[in-house]
């Protein structure tokens, strides 16, 4: 499904729904499902206010003094000259993390009072710094949106795209680094509900075709609920498929 009618989220709420309707209609059984309370409709409504709001300019200041002075340009090191123009032609490489390792990471954000994606965050931007010798630059990061528990339900587009400054001057410590990623992610949540389009708008950096404004590489953590899907009497299987395409230069899943 494209990003103009949901997102990932939705999917868990899609399969959910199509085991219990199938279950239902396949004994002849009325539709279990319960009437929402608000439809997508109502969400797009209560966006389209909130844009003309105060709080909608309070939240745009914040993000104006965030991300002002710092570089809207990545430059990772490449085996070949960019190309004027993007072709957005992309591979993927899959890896696993060892258990004893990421039960490591989870102790050492549980000490810092941080989350893992606060931990793992800050461990790829010093990555990134030390790739590209840069230490004030911009990373990417999607966001649910669904801050409000009436829309938990609801299939739909809620996801927004937050940007996280990295800012290594001084060469901090890890654990100083890393207090500082949980300080920008906690205000970046808090200011979560404007459209990363209404942002570059607002921002006008200038545009290149051969890069995406505001940042070039992008990092999520990837913990959606997911149910499972179980349909009675089938055996169902998930296959994996990819377009060879890249949204940006690199991203980190």
Known sequence: MHHIVSDGWSLDIFFRELTA???AFSAAEPSPLPPLKLQYGDFAHWQRTYLESAVYEQQLNYWRGALAGTSLVLELPTDRPRPTIQTHNGRHHTFHLRPDLTASLKEVSTQEQATLFMLLMAAFQLMMARYSGQDDFLVGTPIAGRSRADVEEIIGFFLNT????????????????????????????????????????????????????????????????????????????????????????????
């Open 162 to 253: 937050l940007v996280l400054r990295a800012n290594l001057t001084n060469s901090p410590t890890f654990r100083d680094h890393l207090r500082q990623v949980r300080k920008r992610a906690l205000d970046a949540y808090a200011n979560q509900d404007i459209p990363i389009e209404k942002l570059i708008d607002d921002l006008n950096p200038p545009r290149d075709m051969s890069r995406n404004p505001l940042f070039q590489v992008l990092f999520a953590l990837q913990n959606m609920p997911w149910s499972g899907f179980d349909l009675p009497g089938l055996a169902v299987r998930p296959l994996d498929g990819y377009n060879q395409t890249a949204k940006n230069d690199l991203s980190l899943y």
């Open 21 to 23: 309707l199938y279950a």
